[in-house]
T-cell receptor
Framework: DAGVIQSPRHEVTEMGQEVTLRCKPI?????LFWYRQTMMRGLELLIY????????DSGMPEDRFSAKMPNASFSTLKIQPSEPRDSAVYFC??????????????????FGQGTRLTVV | DAKTTQPNSMESNEEEPVHLPCNHS???????IHWYRQLPSQGPEYVIH???SNVNNRMASLAIAEDRKSSTLILHRATLRDAAVYYC?????????????FGQGTRLTINP
């Protein structure tokens, strides 16, 4: 497997424009996560999905942000309209459902390379 | 989410062991202790995890205190490639929550 694939790797856009970030999780993984990383706030969990259903979106900063997962192999994070303070690196990650009956079962999350977003 | 506390930064020399501490005094009985690291310009990557017993893998060892209120990630022989930010994270098994909540982590510098 090629791992978690994010696109684009870099995005520069003007304030007010719509931005769409894309993620392809690892095949067979049940969970998908979107994170944002900045120097000031570190790694923040924005939203995560289980079996394509959003489970917790409490980290989404405001209504300008939305995320979808139309199928098990694709997710998008959209910012509309974008603002300079949205500039950050956005990571997507995926993991599988653990076997909780097995204490050694790992729920290791695999991260993509990230999308560096710059809003000018 | 139960909170972890780590030193902001640590420094070590190449080929020496490194012990990265983590305090998690509010850990619950169903929390797993996970460690991730983030190399420069990359996404985080899994290092190791444990519940109660000490764990070893090819990357590192995890020593868990008997009361589980603290743990230590051990890199047995640090290389320059181990320079990264190391995150100690608790993940709850019972609630089924799969989310990983990252703190500020420990920035590890390795001197040649």
């Amino acid at each position: 497997d090629a791992g978690v694939i994010q696109s684009p790797r870099h995005e520069v856009t003007e304030m007010g424009q719509e931005v769409t970030l894309r993620c392809k999780p690892i095949s067979g993984h049940d969970y998908l996560f979107w994170y944002r990383q900045t120097m000031m706030r570190g790694l923040e969990l924005l939203i995560y999905f289980n079996n394509n259903v959003p489970i917790d979106d409490s980290g989404m900063p405001e209504d300008r942000f939305s995320a979808k997962m139309p199928n098990a192999s694709f997710s998008t994070l959209k910012i509309q309209p974008s603002e300079p303070r949205d500039s950050a690196v956005y990571f997507c990650a995926s993991s599988r459902l653990p076997k909780w009956t097995d204490s050694s079962s790992n729920t290791e999350a695999f991260f993509g390379q990230g999308t560096r977003l710059t809003v000018v | 989410d139960a909170k972890t506390t780590q030193p902001n930064s640590m420094e070590s020399n190449e080929e020496e062991p490194v012990h990265l501490p983590c305090n998690h005094s509010t850990i619950s009985g169903t929390d797993y202790i996970h460690w991730y690291r983030q190399l420069p310009s990359q996404g985080p990557e899994y290092v190791i995890h444990g519940l109660t017993s000490n764990v070893n893998n090819r990357m590192a060892s995890l020593a868990i205190a008997e009361d589980r209120k603290s743990s230590t990630l051990i890199l047995h022989r640090a290389t320059l490639r181990d320079a990264a930010v190391y995150y100690c994270i608790l993940r709850d098994r019972e609630r089924g929550a799969q989310k990983l909540v990252f703190g500020q982590g420990t920035r590890l510098t390795i001197n040649p």
